[in-house]
């Protein structure tokens, strides 16, 4: 049962916005009808940056994640994990990013044991970890590999459109090259059950976006679409699910196009997140499903270029944790 259960929110990259845009999704809880969530940092770092940006804003360090529904109503919980090095707005800093790394396995225990309804991570600066040995290309990588998940499936949600990349963080030549007929289809089939179980569409239906301009205008702009992506589709539909394509990807996102479906399996990480974000980057929810927990973040990443200005905008990060506890009760 996660109902009485708090949220765990990561620190994310400590000199991006991941501070700024929790204390003000919390200064917004009451108008966002926001669910008691608690954020995984250093309690010093974000006094001080309430002090800068919104002295309004109580910091309640916590040493366990039950005690943040009592304190959620005044004042920000902080389940305190200090820093190495003082984080400073803008500039990263890598003896940081053992930190922020253990900031998400922590979230993940605390969900997988009990203490949390889900986890919702803050974003990542996926460089610096990189540059300290992190060996997976973002979170949903390293998610899967905690929760030791075979298979999981990148989503990003926004009232408009939900989109599915099948191949996920690889440079273009290799994402083309890692297209499969089964990759597409496990994508399909993990997306199907995610929207009837997690977003109780009942029947939901598929648009699989073509790789090629013009979906290969039938195999003379590129032989992928005939020769990988028709096959996958009629591979889902022989499994029962609606799904249809390939489709020219330049003209399955407008209105009434979208309207004909639920979710768009897409070939490559930015034919599906250019559409989401230009529709709403400020509504977007990045969630990733196969997880045997429920984890959101918002869809947008550090923007060092904002941190400690009071300029970043929360609604990315509320609507992640409303979708988290969405799902939450969603399951029970
Ligand atoms: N889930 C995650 O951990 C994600 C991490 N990233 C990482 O973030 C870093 C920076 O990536 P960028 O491509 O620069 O994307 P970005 O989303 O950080 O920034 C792109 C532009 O959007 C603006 N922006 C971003 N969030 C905003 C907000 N809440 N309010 C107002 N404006 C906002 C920024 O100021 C910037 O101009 C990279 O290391 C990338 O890998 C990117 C996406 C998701
Ligand atoms: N562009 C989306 C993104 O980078 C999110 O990655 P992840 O860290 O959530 O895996």
Redesign the pocket.
Known sequence: MTKALPLALTMGEPAGIGGDIALAAWRRRKTADLAPFFLIDDADRVTRLADRLDPGVRIQPIDHPEQALACFDDALPVLHRSLPSPSRPGITDPANAQAVIAAIEEAVRLTRSGQAAAVV?N??H?KVLYDAGFP????????AALAESPRVV?M?AAPQLKVVPVT??LPLRAAIAALSIDEIVDTGILTAKALREDFGISSPRLAVAGLNPHAGENGAMGSEDEEIVRPAVESLCRQGIDAFGPLAADTMFHPRARAGYDAALCMY?DQA?IPLKTLDFDGGV?V?LGLPFI?T?P?H?TALDLAGSGRAHPDSLIAALTMARTMADHRG
């Open positions: 991570t974003p990542i996926k997976f290309p973002g979170h949903t990588e390293f998610l990148m990003l996920v963080h990480h997140l990045n990733t984890r973040s869809d990443g």
